[in-house]
T-cell receptor
Framework: SQQGEEDPQALSIQEGENATMNCSYK?????LQWYRQNSGRGLVHLILIRSNEREKHSGRLRVTLDTSKKSSSLLITASRAADTASYFCATEGNSGYSTLTFGKGTMLLVSP | NAGVTQTPKFQVLKTGQSMTLQCAQD?????MSWYRQDPGMGLRLIHY???????DQGEVPNGYNVSRSTTEDFPLRLLSAAPSQTSVYFCASNRQGGRYGYTFGSGTRLTVV
C-alpha cells in the first residue's frame, strides 16, 4: 500500500516562482526522502530528513518534517525550467530492514 | 563509477515467457531492491536484499523471483510473464544506516503482450 500521498498531484508555475509540494504518510518513520524523476528516466535522490530533524536545506531545496502531523513539505525556490519533473516523497520505516515506501508523486511544470 | 546499471532498457515478452532483468551496482552497497512503477502510481517494492544470500518479499512479489549470490548483482526473474507485469522496473541500492539516499538505475520498460 502507498505510504505517502503527495499534494498537489500537479503544479504549474512560471520560472522564478517558488514551488511547494506536500507529503503525508501513515506510519512511524526513520527518515523521509524526496526524489526527482524526469520523464522516462530513473529517480534521483534530492534530500533526506531524519525523524529527529525538523528542517533541512540543500541549495534551492528546503524540506520540513512534522512527525506529529506525519507530514513533510518540499520547497523549491526560484524555479527553473529544468526543474520540470515528477517529485516523489518516500519514507523509510523504523522497524526491521530498511525499504522505501513511495507516494504517487507531484508533477511539476515550470514554464519559461 | 557507474552506480546502478540495469539491462535491458526495453523488452517485449509474450505471455508465458520467462526472462531475467539484470541489475548491478559498483558502490559496495549492502542493500538492493526492485520496484515497479505503473502509470499514476508511485513505486512499489517487489523484492529486496540486505546482503548476499539474504532476500525478502516486498509489497508485490507474486510472479517474481530474486537471488543474490554477490554483493554487486541482484537479478529479477519473471517466471511466466503476464500482461499485468507490463511496467517499468527500477533497481536501487543503498547503504544501511538510515542516513543515506537510494541510488536508482535508469529502469527497464517491459511490455507483455
Amino acid at each position: 500500500s502507498q505510504q505517502g500521498e503527495e499534494d498537489p498531484q500537479a503544479l504549474s508555475i512560471q520560472e522564478g516562482e517558488n514551488a511547494t509540494m506536500n507529503c503525508s504518510y501513515k506510519t512511524s518513520i526513520n527518515n523521509l526522502q524526496w526524489y526527482r524523476q524526469n520523464s522516462g528516466r530513473g529517480l534521483v535522490h534530492l534530500i533526506l530528513i531524519r525523524s529527529n530533524e525538523r528542517e533541512k536545506h540543500s541549495g534551492r531545496l528546503r524540506v520540513t518534517l512534522d512527525t506529529s502531523k506525519k507530514s513533510s513539505s518540499l520547497l523549491i525556490t526560484a524555479s527553473r525550467a529544468a526543474d520540470t519533473a515528477s517529485y516523489f516523497c518516500a519514507t523509510e520505516g523504523n522497524s526491521g530492514y530498511s525499504t522505501l515506501t513511495f507516494g504517487k508523486g507531484t508533477m511539476l511544470l515550470v514554464s519559461p | 563509477n557507474a552506480g546502478v546499471t540495469q539491462t535491458p532498457k526495453f523488452q517485449v515478452l509474450k505471455t508465458g515467457q520467462s526472462m531475467t532483468l539484470q541489475c548491478a551496482q559498483d558502490m559496495n552497497h549492502e542493500y538492493m531492491s526492485w520496484y515497479r512503477q505503473d502509470p499514476g502510481m508511485g513505486l512499489r517494492l517487489i523484492h529486496y536484499s540486505v546482503g548476499a544470500g539474504i532476500t525478502d518479499q516486498g509489497e508485490v512479489p507474486n510472479g517474481y523471483n530474486v537471488s543474490r549470490s554477490t554483493t554487486e548483482d541482484f537479478p529479477l526473474r519473471l517466471l511466466s510473464a503476464a500482461p499485468s507485469q507490463t511496467s517499468v522496473y527500477f533497481c536501487a541500492s543503498n547503504r544501511q544506516g538510515g542516513r543515506y539516499g537510494y541510488t536508482f538505475g535508469s529502469g527497464t520498460r517491459l511490455t507483455v503482450v
